[in-house]
């Protein structure tokens, strides 16, 4: 079983920033990919950001230029550094990590999710 456990979220005002963690915990054979999900009020979940193990990333297109995603494979740890906050980047935040265990079955979970509020 893996752990995800996110931390960062909260309130901010409009352009300001915030750093989102998550950390993975579990004994596998290797993550994969990582990513940022984000789901608002009568929304569906969607894709923030993602990172793949050797480092390539992709973005949605309302967060380029305005987020970052980072990832420490040593640690486990995938990082969103969120600048330039808008209200309709108002949602929970999910992180999400796939890979492999060691008998080479894949595996997908989600973190608890952290509630990310951009208000004046």
């Known amino acids: 079983q893996v752990q995800l456990v996110e931390s960062g979220g909260g309130l901010v005002q409009p352009g300001g920033s915030l750093r989102l963690s998550c950390a993975a915990s579990g004994t596998v054979f290797r993550i994969n990919n990582m990513g940022w999900y984000r789901q608002a009020p009568g929304k569906e979940r969607e894709i923030v950001a993602g990172?793949?193990?050797?480092?390539?990333?992709n973005y949605q297109d309302s967060v380029k230029g305005r987020f970052t995603i980072s990832r420490d494979n040593a640690k486990n740890t995938v990082n969103l550094q969120m600048n330039s906050l808008k209200p309709e980047d108002t949602a929970v935040y999910y992180c999400?990590?796939?890979?492999?265990?060691?008998?080479?079955?894949?595996?997908?979970?989600w973190g608890q999710g952290t509630q990310v509020t951009v208000s004046s």
């Open positions: 999400n990590a796939d890979g492999l265990y060691y008998n080479r079955a894949r595996f997908n979970y």
């Open positions: 990172i793949t193990s050797g480092g390539t990333t």
